[in-house]
């Protein structure tokens, strides 16, 4: 098939689409086009569309190197992808021409989306981030590539046991082949593990590093996509492979087991995305994936810099690297080696080009979940990495012993190892002393970062190398594809085509006059209805409950965490409940009523974080079986969230929580998303919920809680001062009784998690519980006035064009990396 091309991506008629599946169903299934079921046709509907992509991937690619513009490398070891297939047809603008070209093949499209699998190769909001930005680079036209590792079971699925436990089960999204993603077995790199690392010269200068263990590292490249243009960026995992098939003399000497040994143990890098975020360090196979995906990326960029016949020092004006987090930290001295090592520059000068070149977000301030690496193991697998950290190490603490003199305190804080047996090697000093600027995530999370895990460097370095970008989500996946009936309204009302509100998403602005229109506001609340009856129709369909949507929906979905406090949520609960049951019949008729939606993933080893989950299973088995509440009350955990899940909840969410304790929320983007379909927020000031309300209007949020200041003050108390909670929270002991009581099954079960809050109390429950109930209460009375409510769900998703992701990642582009859009076909 010969395809047309235009300035919106690729456009084809109907019989080319059936063509064209139908020639993939015979040809790469090698199946009958009769016969056939909803998988084989969504795959053959996916290499079809894959065909469009591939000619602007190639385009876009030959462009680029023509061009030989400044390109940035987003470094992450999670990308969050979700589903392709909605979104690509969305992006190419050929949504509608494939939905009639399926429909003729006697399939409907919305039934073949729903047979691909999530690529869920994240935990939560990081990977998510990295997927969006990766949406708004292509969208901008913007050089911008994807480095990450191709796990092969992503994020574990979750199941609940009748009991209310989480059971994790693998993830094998990579079973029905996956026709997004090219396999490029000639672009391959060694990785070398463990050895000798010998000093050739005294000080700092070249080492050789032999011995150890080698493995290969194969790319993959993923096409993403740009929203109406021809840009089509890429996403290039890494699976390892053994470097030869199998050890040759074991085999011959007959020890087949130890044959295949370490071709295992080479496969094994890759095998799996670890499932904790903010916690749990120190495990080799972790650290072998960060230097693995680390070497094999920064081979791979240094060869396509190479390839431009500039000389080394150009480096930073072709190339920056943006690290995720402190993951790919590795790079830092890995750059150093090659440059030292390999291009035989000194020290200096290979120093100025790293600092150069990198740029480094960091994602928490929660002082637990800063990276730190044992030394002896990062000794064992990377001995001259080791060596580069000390002598990095040795020369900046004698810059700031100059700049500071005597400060001995003041050096042991920002060095890069911390002492202790063993040591440890701080993974975010290092990315910050590293990098040519670092950013937190919102404005409020970046200055923290800047007066408490980075102060010092603050002080030594000057505040100009500390930034903020605050996050952003994609409209494209978080309205468009989510909430297409939303989308719709939005484009018809503005009169203004969806391929330029999309992409300028300040547009919405021009929503908040129809708020007065009475009729507007009548299509905005159906269309919120029809998305809880979508909700409904998909829980009804896979969990066989039935919910109630005349209720308001009320959502949290997030990683299960004792800091986001899915436990003042499941408390609030409990005690509305028991509000519910101390009724007369007359006034529970006055009540609001209300579905109180939860999912998230724990991760497996956090006990805590399981026992809420059981809590709140066994909370919703009481509450939804009591004939006198049910009809007010009710409650559902929604097993294995994922991004589809999302993607339905998202839409259907009158209101929404975002109730971490102050200051330890970075940003959150969940709360992002859900404004933007016009969902309202109960929630503490923290993260970007602070900036939320700037756009959106303080009225049109509902906050609670104590402020990040008086945090510390309140911890500092629990510790010297600890008041008992009957006396703190009257209200919050009466629901920790009746749960210890056995409401809810044997009390004895939750002690654990009740008595992180009745002992110690870190994350606040007791101080913030009746402030929290009194926010749901005010809550409740607005959703009451249905019309002021929909105004202000209206002015919520009209002034939401701040966090568009394309706004993030230009501040990126001009702030940080200096990088220009390089638009295909228009030079
Ligand atoms: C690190 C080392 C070893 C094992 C696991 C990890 C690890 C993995 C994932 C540590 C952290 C994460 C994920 C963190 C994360 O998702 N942070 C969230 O990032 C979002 C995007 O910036 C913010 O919106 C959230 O506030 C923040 O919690």
């Known amino acids: 098939t010969v395809w047309k091309t235009n300035m919106r991506g690729v456009d084809a008629d109907i019989g080319d689409i059936t063509k064209s599946v139908v020639n993939h169903v015979q040809t790469s299934l090698a199946r009958q ?105 292509a969208s901008q036209d913007l050089p911008v590539w994807g480095y990450g590792l191709r796990y092969k079971y992503g994020i574990f699925q979750q199941l609940i046991s009748p009991e209310g436990n989480q059971l994790e089960a693998p993830d094998p999204w990579l079973d029905n082949q996956n026709p997004w993603e090219l396999p490029r077995i000639d672009v391959n790199y060694e990785v070398r593990f463990y050895g000798q690392s010998e000093r050739l010269s005294e000080g700092h200068g070249r080492a050789l590093w032999t011995g150890g263990q080698e493995v290969l590292a194969v790319a993959y490249d993923v096409m993403i996509p740009g929203c109406h243009t021809r840009n089509t960026n890429n996403l290039r995992l890494w699976e390892s492979k053994p470097k030869r098939g199998f050890d040759l003399n074991s085999f011959n000497a007959g020890n087949y087991e130890g044959a295949v040994e370490s071709s295992n143990s080479a496969a094994a890098i890759t095998s799996v995305l670890y499932p904790n975020d903010h916690t749990t360090f120190g495990k080799e196979l972790r650290l072998k994936q960060q230097y693995f995906w680390t070497a094999a990326s920064l081979a791979d960029i240094i060869r396509r810099f190479k390839n431009l016949g500039k000389s080394i020092n150009e480096f930073p004006d072709y190339v920056a690297i943006q690290l995720n987090d402190t993951h790919p930290t590795l790079a830092i001295p890995e750059l150093m080696r090659i440059l030292i090592d390999e291009e035989d520059l000194d020290w200096n000068f290979a120093w100025q080009i790293v600092t150069n070149v990198f740029f480094f977000t960091n994602h928490t301030v929660l002082p637990e979940a800063l990276e730190k690496w044992p ?29 500071f003199p005597g400060d001995r305190e003041r050096l042991a804080r920002m060095s890069l190892i911390e002492e202790g047996f063993p040591k440890q090697v701080r993974m975010a000093n290092l990315a910050c002393i590293g990098s040519r600027r670092i950013n937190g995530v919102a404005e409020l999370h970046s200055q923290l970062v800047q007066t408490t895990i980075l102060k010092d460097f603050v002080e030594f370095f000057g505040v100009s190398k500390f930034g903020n970008v605050t ?56 269309i919120k209805q029809r998305n809880k009856e979508r909700l409904a129709h998909h829980i009804e369909t896979t969990l066989g409950f039935t919910v109630n949507t005349n209720a308001m929906f009320d959502v949290q979905i997030k990683r299960l965490h004792e800091y986001k406090r899915q436990t003042l949520n499941i408390l609030g609960v409990i005690h509305r409940y028991l509000e519910l049951k101390a009724m007369t019949p007359a006034q529970r008729k006055k009540v609001n009523p209300k579905v109180v939606f939860f999912a998230g993933k724990a991760a497996p080893a956090y006990y805590i974080a399981k026992l809420t989950i059981r809590l709140i299973v066994n909370v919703a088995r009481v509450i939804n079986a009591d004939p006198e509440t049910k009809d007010y009350l009710s ?25 971490s304790t102050a200051g330890t929320e970075a940003s959150g983007t969940s709360n992002m998303k859900f404004c933007l379909n016009g969902g309202l927020l109960v929630g503490t000031v923290d993260g970007a919920n602070i900036e939320i309300a700037e756009e959106v209007g303080e009225e049109n949020v509902f906050f609670f809680g104590h402020l990040t200041p008086a945090v510390e003050d309140l911890r500092y ?8 909670v009957d006396e703190a929270c009257p209200a919050l002991a009466n629901v920790l009784n009746q749960i210890s009581g056995g409401l809810f099954g044997d009390g004895g079960v939750y002690e654990p998690l009740v008595n992180t809050i009745r002992q110690g109390d870190y994350y606040l429950v007791t101080d913030d519980f009746d402030s929290y109930i009194r926010a749901l209460a005010m809550v409740d009375e607005a959703y009451l006035d249905r019309d002021e409510w929909v105004k202000k769900s209206i002015c919520t998703t009209a002034n939401m064009g701040k966090f568009s992701s394309d706004r993030a990642i230009m501040d990126y582009a001009q702030e940080y990396w200096n990088l220009e859009p390089i638009p295909v076909g228009k030079d």
């Open 33 to 137: 086009a009769y016969n056939l079921d909803n998988l084989g046709a969504y795959q053959a509907a996916a290499l079809s569309v894959r065909d469009n992509m591939l000619v602007n991937w190639n385009e876009t690619q030959l462009h680029y190197t023509r061009k030989a513009p400044k390109r940035a490398y987003y470094l992450s070891l999670e990308f969050l992808m979700g589903r392709t297939l909605d979104n690509a047809l969305l992006n190419l603008d050929l949504k509608s021409q494939y939905k009639d070209g399926i429909n003729q093949l006697g399939f409907s499209l919305e039934d073949l989306l729903e047979e691909e699998r999530d690529a869920a190769l994240g935990n939560g909001g990081l990977g998510r981030l990295a997927a969006c930005y990766l949406d708004s680079s």
């Open 375 to 403: 030394v002896p193991l990062m000794e064992h697998i990377l001995p001259r990495h080791m060596q580069i950290i000390y002598d990095i190490n040795m020369i900046f603490l004698q810059a700031v012993e100059k700049k």
């Open 471 to 526: 996050n952003g989500i994609t409209p494209r996946r978080w309205l468009d594809q989510c909430n297409p009936e939303l989308s719709k309204l939005i484009s018809s009302t503005l009169k203004i085509d969806k391929s330029v509100w999309l992409k300028d998403l300040y547009k919405l602005k021009g929503l908040v006059k129809y708020a007065e229109e009475k009729g507007f506001r009548a299509e905005w609340a159906a």
């Open 635 to 659: 409650l559902y955990f929604l097993p294995d969230y994922s991004v589809s899940l999302a993607e339905v909840l998202i839409p259907a969410s009158d209101i929404s929580q975002h109730i």
């Open 717 to 724: 108390q629990h510790m010297y001062h600890p008041v008992p």
